[in-house]
T-cell receptor
């Protein structure tokens, strides 16, 4: 699985959009971009994933560049409960074997009142 | 709410003890994982089981012994651990081999995590 690079920390004002970037320049054609977050002392929570099209769900939006070498997770209206470590990982889309999933260091997002 | 259940949530064990961590999922997933996470670090992959067979062992010391009795259960047997093995142990599952081009959470190879088991070795 490809390596990802994220800024170590970001701040965001409550109610504003949080934009979290991720670089994955060595991504392969069959790898999806996944985003997870981990609130202190809990297991990582799945947020969203995509292959090459932009994706949106009830939690967030995912923007993937045309060359697929980077992506941005957007939390449209951040709340205090969105304070967490956000991980971007790339993972083979489908496989008869489960395969590896390597986490980078993630971005610690702090939402401030 | 996670559909991957881990027990116990907290475990304290001595270096000579034998204990086990347990994980269960009922999502029909055929891949299960153990990760280890130290404080302020990302999760590190330990083992992957695919269709009840061990497919990946990330050079984990033999004092950690995984077992997959069936497609819903995953155990991690612990013996002769060291204090530096104290960490959060995360179980996860996914369903490999799904439909190409499908949309939604299970269109790729989404991994779902449990809440983890906090292990302290004294």
């Amino acid at each position: 699985d490809a390596k990802t690079t994220q800024p170590p920390s970001m701040d965001c004002a409550e109610g504003r959009a949080a934009n979290l970037p991720c670089n994955h320049s060595t991504i392969s054609g069959n790898e999806y971009v996944y985003w997870y977050r981990q609130i202190h002392s809990q297991g990582p929570q799945y947020i969203i994933h995509g292959l090459k099209n932009n994706e949106t769900n009830e939690m967030a939006s995912l923007i993937i560049t045309e060359d697929r070498k980077s992506s941005t997770l957007i939390l449209p209206h951040a709340t205090l409960r969105d304070t967490a470590v956000y991980y971007c990982i790339v993972r083979v889309a489908y496989n008869t074997n489960a395969g590896k999933s390597t986490f980078g260091d993630g971005t610690t997002l702090t939402v401030k009142p | 709410d996670t559909e991957v259940t881990q027990t116990p949530k907290h475990l304290v064990m001595g270096m000579t003890n034998k204990k086990s961590l347990k994980c269960e999922q009922h999502m029909g997933h055929r891949a299960m994982y153990w990760y280890k996470q130290k404080a302020k670090k990302p999760p590190e992959l330990m083992f992957v089981y695919s269709y009840e067979k061990l497919s990946i062992n990330e050079s984990v010391p033999s004092r950690f012994s995984p077992e997959c009795p069936n497609s819903s259960l995953l155990n991690l047997h612990l013996h002769a651990l060291q204090p530096e093995d104290s960490a959060l142990y995360l179980c996860a599952s996914s369903s490999p081999g799904l439909r190409q081009g499908a949309r939604g959470p299970d269109s790729g190879n989404t991994i779902y995590f449990g809440e983890g088991s906090w292990l302290t070795v004294v």
